[in-house]
């Protein structure tokens, strides 16, 4: 059985498997944040030169062993075996684990690549079984260097990117991926081994935890990413709980990937996490998933820059008990129910709130910044510039969000 892999760079950075004999493709996405920076205005700094014999160089780690290829900046925790220039296939030769320029021809003009018709995107794809002397599997790392078409000539990109704020720097993992039903009659539990994630995130115990603080210090966190494949099911609200370890408060954010648009179809609000030393299972709220329609997303978790050595084993989504509170018990009859307890006023740029209930309120920016926090209150008022505002209602394990346009 042959398999074929295909390389897409564009805006964003797709790793699409396909199997030639069931027929059926599978979208790896890797990070839907690769999006190229332009260095002016000029349109031609996102397009390829058509005339040019590097459009890509693809790398290959194929066992994750630095030891047995080339080494390469700015990924020096790899090693690379293999290399796509132009259509052909080189094996690295040279000394292993050395930066020597050793390069031998395996198959020349066997690599297929098209360019769009706009320059925008190209497209490669190689049989697996071109890559002979060590073993492409169903894991190994890639790492890709775009040329593009620039104001002064051919721009060299890297993804991923040049970043010395980690030691450890590899290619993407390329894997088979593991899909997670998400159903309210279930306990869906996504854990670190099934995880895509940052690149340069520290992987040696990635079987049991997700380590985000893998930088030199503490401020490039919110650098790191990790990513699970799930199949929404049922769109519903699910209790959201978190197997973790730190040192001290944070924050993580959530956010929803279409599969098949590799598009964002949502960003949650902020949800804080307490300091935790030992690896333990602690509630976090809720998760609601009422708007999102049933189908394949990737579930993405980005952590903030705070000082607190977090460790993520896993995260757990399951239906919400009906007899946690009278509360939640409206909010899983119909999510909108809760409003009727909470009364919002505004008057030109005056907020006014008032509930029949004691809640923790906070106000985001619709970008997610938390501006104002207030603990166990049933009434606030606050003034508030013009703009679009998300009004988080928390209460027990019970959560309540209402947007707001003043």
Known sequence: MKTKFYIIIALVLTITWINTIQAESVNNIIDNNLYRTKASTDANQQMFDPDAYHWLEVWFDSDFNQLTGMTLSPWESA????????????????????????????????????????????EYSAGKYLFTEIPLLNKFGISVNPYYKGNNGTEKDFFPKKDNNFSSRKGYTVKPRTVVDIDSNLTSELVSGNAYFHPYMNSSNIDNYLDFQSGNDYTSNSTLWASWAINLIKPSIYKLRMNYQCSNNGRITLSLIDIKTNTISKIFIPTDYNTNMLMSENDLGTLDLTTIPAGMYMLKLKASNTNSFLKI??????????????????????????????????????????????????????????????????????????????????????????????
């Open 79 to 122: 090693g690379f075996d293999y290399l796509i220039q132009g259509t052909s296939l080189y094996n690295y030769s040279g000394p292993p684990g050395s930066d020597q320029w050793n390069w031998n021809l395996l198959w020349q003009y066997y690599i297929p690549r098209r360019m769009s018709s706009d320059n925008y995107s190209v």
């Open 313 to 406: 084993n896993k995260i757990i989504l399951s239906e919400i008990e009906s007899n946690t509170s009278s509360i939640t018990e409206d909010q899983r009859k119909s999510h909108v129910d809760m409003s009727d307890m909470i009364d919002i006023t505004i008057h030109k740029q005056s907020l006014k709130i008032v509930s029949e209930e004691k809640f923790d309120i906070r106000i985001f920016s619709l970008s997610g910044s938390m501006l104002h926090s207030y603990k166990n209150s049933s009434q606030i008022q606050i003034n508030l510039v013009s703009g679009v505002y998300l009004i988080e209602f928390r209460k027990d394990e019970c959560r309540f969000v209402k947007k707001i346009v003043i």
